[in-house]
């Protein structure tokens, strides 16, 4: 790969795989990958300060506020041993969270916005079956994406669960936020000439197969 690290904008409905894309995105091009909502979960899990500010907006299906957002992508991503380059899944999620990534990132913003387009219909069945790492944040999904041993993490075998917000309230709350503040980005990304459009119906290696054949293309156009 000629040129820096890669920095990698996952965009997509919940459930249409930006977890399971991100860490495999992650391996290829060897850059961290960075979930904001990883990180509240973790937080919430510790019980820290930061997870008892989040966990009410979290079960409810709401977006945590823009500043809280920003300080987790600020310390990740923009501290004294920042990487080079990122994988973002969840963030920015509104355009006022793209601008400011924009202003975060300086003079090297990103390479491409990858937006994994797959239907309601689709999500809403992949949610059903989703799993998640109680240690590392690795994804399942019992049907399409299961771990060898059922009920345990193939990364480090601690035990999976269903997300407290996967319940029909909270997931229906979350998909019309995601239409209301996250879908505006898809043209403001098309606008900056930023963004790969990918089918992400099927199987997960085939989307994989197609995501890094859209950031191939991006990294070649820089
Ligand atoms: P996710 O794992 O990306 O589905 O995020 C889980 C929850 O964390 C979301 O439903 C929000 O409550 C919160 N969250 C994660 N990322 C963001 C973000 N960029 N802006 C606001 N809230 C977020």
Redesign the pocket.
């Known amino acids: 790969m000629a040129g820096p690290a890669p920095r990698i904008v996952l965009l997509g409905r ?1 459930g249409s795989g ?2 399971t894309q991100a860490t495999r995105l992650s391996a290829v091009y060897e850059v961290p990958h960075v ?4 990180a ?2 973790a937080a919430v899990k510790e019980g820290t300060e930061l997870g008892r500010a ?1 966990q009410g ?2 079960d409810r ?4 506020p ?1 500043d809280m ?1 920003e300080a987790v992508i600020k310390a990740h991503l923009f501290g004294p041993r920042a990487p080079e380059g990122f994988i973002l ?6 355009v006022a ?1 793209a601008e400011a990534l924009e202003l975060m990132a300086g003079h090297r913003s990103l390479d491409v916005a990858v937006n994994l387009d797959a239907s309601t219909a689709e999500v809403l069945r992949r949610i059903a079956g989703r799993r998640v790492c109680s240690k590392c944040g690795a994804n399942y999904n019992v049907v399409d994406n299961p771990p060898r041993v059922p009920g345990s993490c193939d990364e480090c075998g601690s035990a999976l669960y269903q997300r407290d ?1 996967d319940t029909e309230e909270a997931v229906a709350r ?1 998909l019309e936020l995601y239409e209301k503040a996250t879908a505006p980005l898809i043209d403001w990304y098309r606008q900056r000439g930023l963004l790969a459009n990918v089918d992400a119906m099927g199987e997960p290696d085939a989307v994989t197969g197609r995501v890094v054949a859209a950031v191939q293309a991006a990294l070649a156009r820089r």
């Open positions: 919940q930006k977890g979930s904001t909502g990883e509240f979960r989040v907006y979290m299906g709401d977006l945590v823009d957002v899944d969840g963030f920015p999620r509104n969270q917000d979350r």
